[in-house]
């Protein structure tokens, strides 16, 4: 089945530094490359997805880039604040569009 | 996007017994999801729940323990049998809304279940 590894697991970076997260799949099927953001005690949130027929996609601050030849994508969030502290994950989608997602990474900006 | 509500949103149980953990979407939709979620752990998918029909589960997880009715597109329900302090997690639901294709997934609030 599809394995989604995920790195780094923690990652401390100043205020306005960029932080980048980075995540390999092993099923060449999938398509579909969300991520999401869990503040804690909450539910996640989707922050930005992509689909494979796209190599980058970006929103504001936030962007994604995706190697299908490599099977790996990357976030990528500009000028990080305070409030983009959490835990980060990234996941893949097998058949039915059920997600396997990564470990998680805890992103913790100072100011 | 949709509105999902869970219920309950937090129990403390005994070991032994079950729990029951509703969902519940404000409109029609066509995939459902269970999920898992251990203390400080990512998410691991549990089951996908089919509207008239048996769950499919993943590996590792059997209906024995944890089974799923779906009786219509907007409910779904969980029960976590037999429970052991292991099972103490979140336990969210995700819904989709188009079969087949890769669709934005929304989360409940989760269920946060501890066990003594």
Known sequence: GENVEQHPSTLSVQEGDSAVIKCTYSDSASNYFPWYKQELGKRPQLIIDIRSNVGEKKDQRIAVTLNKTAKHFSLHITETQPEDSAVYFCAASISRAALIFGKGTTLSVSS | ?116
Do not use: H
Not at chain 2, 15 to 23: E, F, V
Not at chain 2, 31 to 39: L, N, S, V
Not at chain 2, 67 to 90: G, K
């Open chain 2, 1 to 116: 996007s949709a509105v999902i509500s869970q219920k309950p949103s937090r129990d403390i149980c005994q070991r032994g017994t079950s729990l029951t953990i509703q969902c519940q979407v404000d409109s029609q939709v066509t995939m459902m999801f269970w999920y898992r979620q251990q203390p400080g752990q990512s998410l691991t998918l549990i089951a996908t729940a089919n509207q008239g029909s048996e769950a499919t589960y993943e590996s590792g997880f059997v209906i024995d323990k944890f089974p799923i009715s779906r009786p219509n597109l907007t409910f779904s329900t969980l029960t976590v049998s037999n429970m052991s302090p292991e099972d103490s997690s979140i336990y969210l639901c995700s819904v989709t809304r188009r079969e087949g294709i890769p669709e934005t997934q929304y989360f409940g609030p989760g269920t946060r279940l501890l066990v003594l």
